[in-house]
């Protein structure tokens, strides 16, 4: 009888390890999607965490376009801000250094290359714009919208997007009950999400629920990826297999994702690494 009793407690206090994942998951994708781009880094740390413990997650040229992506996007910022010159050489020197791209076990030669004179590209044209206030207030007035605007942010969006849809492709379904009382618990100890930005990214990863408010519609809710995952993954309690609606489905993509023949000259649709715009404009 003792046993019987304490079987429901004992499922009730088990943990889904990706709670925590899933819920700074949800607030980088918050940060990308509403254009945050003070805190930018804080992406580029999961991006970071995730590659050591899963570093085949996404093909490296995807990986390292959305990486170089946001590094030029806080920039960029920078100097459309302003800041000071000190605070952008460090920046440059952080993302873009002088130093060959870190190895990489699935990186092909020819992807070390395109990463390589990327940085490049971009290092000589920051450093450029820094060493002469005129044409660097020239760029920012007439070029770096055109450039690192609004159509660069969303090539960012959408490789992030493409990211964060395959990291959930190898994740257990979600706990709803855990990612919601999580949610809206504040913990000292690490930063939790809003209940409606988890409900935004469970809803912009295909989840299907009932579980949380409506999320507020976006321009950006019209793009996915790929291929079916609605089986169920091992270790998935049976709290969650009952979870009603908790199919996932995908939406219309508005570009190709990221892959590892994009980059050849007969597809002209791949975004270009950030860099690999025109740097001779006056």
């Known amino acids: 009888m003792a046993a019987a009793e304490a079987g429901p407690v004992e499922e009730d206090v088990t943990l889904d390890p990706c709670t925590a994942l899933r819920l700074v998951a949800a607030a980088a994708w918050h940060t990308v999607r509403e254009h945050r781009i003070q805190d930018f880094s804080r992406v580029l740390v999961l991006l ?75 290092r000589d044209l920051v450093l450029g714009l820094l060493s002469d206030q005129r044409q660097r207030e020239t760029y920012v007035q007439k070029h770096l919208e055109n450039d690192y605007g ?34 809206c618990t504040p913990d000292p100890s690490q930063s939790s999400p809003d209940p409606s930005i988890l409900s935004t990214y469970l809803s912009d990863m295909g989840y299907q629920t009932t579980e949380f408010p409506a999320p507020p519609s976006s321009p950006t809710q019209s793009r996915p990826l790929g291929q079916n995952e609605d089986s169920q993954q091992p270790g998935t309690s049976e709290a969650s297999k009952q979870l009603p609606n908790l199919s996932r489905s995908r939406r219309k993509r508005s570009c190709p994702p990221c892959a590892p023949e994009l980059d050849s000259p007969q597809n002209h649709t791949d975004p270009p690494l950030p860099g690999n715009q025109e740097t001779g404009r006056s």
């Open 48 to 122: 970071e965490a995730v590659e050591d413990a899963a570093p085949d997650l996404v093909h490296y040229r995807h990986l390292a376009k959305l990486r170089l992506g946001l590094q030029a996007k806080v920039i960029m910022n920078m100097l459309k801000e302003e800041e000071s010159e000190g605070k952008i050489y460090d920046a440059v020197d952080t993302f873009f250094p002088e130093q060959e791209p870190p190895p990489h076990p699935k990186a092909t030669a020819h992807d070390f290359k395109l990463v390589r004179v990327a940085r490049e590209n971009f």
């Open 150 to 183: 609004e159509t660069f942010q969303s090539v960012v969006e959408e490789l992030f997007y493409d990211y964060l849809w395959q990291l959930e492709s190898t994740l257990p379904r979600p706990h709803l009950q855990q990612l919601i009382k999580a949610a």
